[in-house]
């Protein structure tokens, strides 16, 4: 057996050198990683910033998920809430404070997905810093480029514009219900990170057709929670579409309407019935026995977007209407106040 | 006696509403910290973006450095890497990860520390991240703008070229030996936080002036080292004169130049009897019996600036000639290779 090379045996520069050679060029980065500072052209003349920090434990468990799913998750949740601006995302800086006795691999397998996600976000790598600690911590700052839109904020909401959301919702938190549960688990060992479903003679991956597909789908949710897919793109298309506020889903669907709603002075009505509940989604609650609306309307971490549009604006590709603007404040549900789970704060 | 307000009894969002209340104006920023992502106006088109992670334990220490040094130190390192590339520090993003129990005052003096360093180099703050961890991580993004200047890379130095230092050099690393030999940890106790040497009775503030005078330099060597003062405006003054290269000491001044002959394919020759010692280094020296030229060549933390600037330069204000660029490679001293101590890994 060959001794796995670690941080420490690579050291600092060694290992700044191994992640340079992973990075994606962006022609936009008149000044690459490797000096002091990187320099970015944004011809826009207004930069949108935004930062991150993922803790091990408490963002992520290094047993659940694989170095690529923590760089998938760390660089989508900053790409997210460039989007959630109405901007294009164009580059990342990753902060990185590792134990010396970590594989060297796990972290360049977690830059990998960090480098993934921001090719399908369209964004670069402009810098980071590696340094130890006793645990893996990441602080992920995400810059992009507004091209010439007004910024969308959380404060423009009106009375009777539409309430709308792009992107998957409940997907992670009933991904992360199985993991919880163990199946979850046992499904994702099943996997063994090859993307297709292998029958281990776990006797988890079944013979019959519609067993096959309910365990394809339980895996599809684990794999929501370890990489979730924010839907860039309907960020801008948003912007451009006129939208009067936006918010990055990270809290809860509920929560994070309930930032709009008080910064825009309004209160946010959710037509239940209009928010999908996506088929793996009900399966999984079926199958664990748990209220899907929890997982839809409380969950977080699916990084979908939400945003009010004018009244009887035509929603952009991909947008659904799920509610509507109203005087007053806090967010309601079929007009009245909802009584499961609330939004999640990281101190309690 | 009263109970501390904890982290955890304040909460995520009442922490965040705590710190925002410290936060200085900005007209630049045309949505400030609050929103998923600011918006920074930077009229030049080019962002300069980089980043850091401080880890407690590695970077600094509770029992040595109060809330405020950990915030100054935090920020001042990364607004350093801005004015080292030429540019104008403009606004910091902070992500911070810390215990629950944390007493939220320790947060909020930390923050001011910060902010008093960003107001110090003309930033402001655009946003943060917190969350819960086991020990106190900060993950600092600074970005500039470089006003119409080129940017000043470690690249651009030629045979020839002046080498000049901004900034204090060798104060921090005996501000540290200070600290680790106890003498120094006794001064800044004796000191209370008051910025003003008084005599607690423990005998290290002695009477006569002359022993008066050597403590109170003792002092401020560790106060160097605790709060390091960047000559942020030095920056853009060397790239108005023409700079060819600049770096921010941070590693060490040889292991620095040593990226500016890396990046730049040229060597770097030093004249040790240029680059000052001053007068509090030498007597933390001779008080300890070290050597002070391993301070001054191989200590880090100061975050001065060095530079090369062409043949002939007027250097601007602020900035001392220390040695010349040569043919070659690496970095010597007195033209002979200095067999002091080498820089620092953070994995090693």
Chains 1, 2 share one sequence.
Not at 86 to 102: D, E, H, K, Y
Not at 103 to 125: F, H, K, Q, Y
Not at 218 to 239: E, F, I, M, T
Request: with cysteine; net charge negative.
């Amino acid at each position: 057996v060959e001794a796995e090379i670690s941080v420490a045996d690579l050291g600092e520069f060694g290992l700044i050198a191994a992640i340079r050679d992973l990075l994606p060029a962006d022609e936009s980065l008149t000044v690459p990683a490797g000096d002091d500072a990187a320099v970015l052209r944004i011809p826009d003349g207004r930069v949108v910033a935004t930062t991150d920090v993922l803790v091990e434990g408490r963002h992520f468990r290094r047993d659940w998920s694989g170095p690529a799913d923590v760089g998938v998750k760390a660089a989508a949740q900053n790409l997210a809430d460039v989007a959630a601006m109405g901007a294009r995302p164009r580059t990342l800086l990753v902060g990185l404070a590792c134990p010396p006795g970590l594989p060297a691999d796990w972290v360049l397998d977690m830059m990998r997905g960090i480098v993934g996600e921001c090719v399908r976000a369209g964004a670069s790598i402009a810098g980071g810093d590696v340094t130890a600690a006793d645990s893996v911590m990441l602080g992920i700052t995400a810059l992009g480029d507004l091209a010439g839109l007004a910024p969308v904020t959380r404060g423009g909401a009106r009375p009777g514009d539409r309430v709308a959301l792009s992107g998957r919702i409940g997907w992670s938190a009933a991904g992360f219900a199985l993991l919880q549960d163990g199946q979850g688990l046992a499904l994702l060992q099943a996997d063994q990170g090859s993307g297709v479903l292998r029958d281990q003679g776990s006797g988890l991956l079944r013979e019959g057709a519609a067993d096959r597909d309910r365990d394809r789908d339980a895996l599809a949710l684990v794999q929501a929670h370890l990489r979730p897919q924010p839907p860039y793109p309907a960020g801008p298309a948003a912007a451009r579409a006129g939208a009067t506020a936006m918010i990055d889903v990270s809290d809860g669907l509920l929560a994070d309407l309930g930032h709009i709603a008080a910064a825009s002075g309004v209160r946010i009505d959710i037509d239940e019935a209009a928010v999908p509940e996506d088929g793996p989604v009900a399966a999984a609650a079926a199958l664990l026995g748990a209220d899907s609306s929890d997982w839809i309307l409380a969950g977080g971490e699916d990084h979908a977007l939400a945003a009010t549009f004018p009244p009887g604006s035509v929603l952009p590709s991909g947008w659904i209407a799920i509610g509507e603007v109203r005087a007053g404040s806090g967010v309601t549900v079929n007009e009245a106040t909802w009584t499961g789970r609330a939004g999640w704060d990281h101190f309690r």
